[in-house]
């Protein structure tokens, strides 16, 4: 494997190939692992026991969760359905998600619930966000990491292996590309997402695909605990529906 890196380098460095080949060149299809054991179910099927959000705008449906805004029923800005179960630091998370393609949603992890300085409803969350969309063209996409309520933005995109510094962000490997995440994704259809975080390693994958893999070294901004919850985005009418959501501790 060294050899054939030191071969791909000396070519990048003639012209030979691109730097997006240099970066694929060490990076193989990562599938999923297995499930770890001891995970537990967050979502019972029936009722919304154990989360709190607006109930104007979510409930149980036909066993899943369904959270939904309408004209007259809006997003007084974003707004989210938060597990009570406490604070997450390191762990695996596990579901299924579908959505509308009039806007977006998304899992927030490591995060804070923020009821301080007059917040737009009572379920405002700021943190790391698992993006969820119903597109299948980069770079509006599922899986990538939003920085909710922060000033990183996009702070690693789908098929980005990348470290975040002091200085920024670098990409060290693509994991996936356009024509094999269109093939990945079910558009109008459930998608399948696991979340991993250990220390300050983050993984994504998508339908039992590795789509992200993320490192945060970013003195002031990386985030090693907080809730999770899921999120109505402000703005258009819209739904998404979450269901088998399982949850291993990893920090035990």
Known sequence: MRLLLSCALALALIGTITP??????????????????????????TSLDGWDGDPRLWSVRDGVIHGETTEENVA??????????????????????????DNNSGIQYRSR??????????????GYQHEIRNEEDFPNVPSFIYDEGGSRGRICMVGERAVWKADGKEVTAELIDQDAFRELMRVDDWNEVIIRAEGNHIQHYLNGRLVLDFTDEDPERALSKGVLALQLHAGRPMWAEFRDIRLADLSK
């Open 20 to 45: 997006s080949q240099l970066l694929a060149a060490d990076v193989d299809n990562v599938a999923a692992p297995a499930e770890p054991a001891g995970m537990k179910s967050l979502f019972n099927g």
């Open 76 to 101: 007084k800005g974003n707004t989210f359905l938060i597990w009570q179960g406490g604070e997450l630091s390191d762990f695996e998370l596990r579901l299924s998600f579908r959505c509308t393609a």
């Open 113 to 126: 619930h923020i009821t301080e300085g007059s917040p737009r409803n009572a379920w405002v969350v700021r």
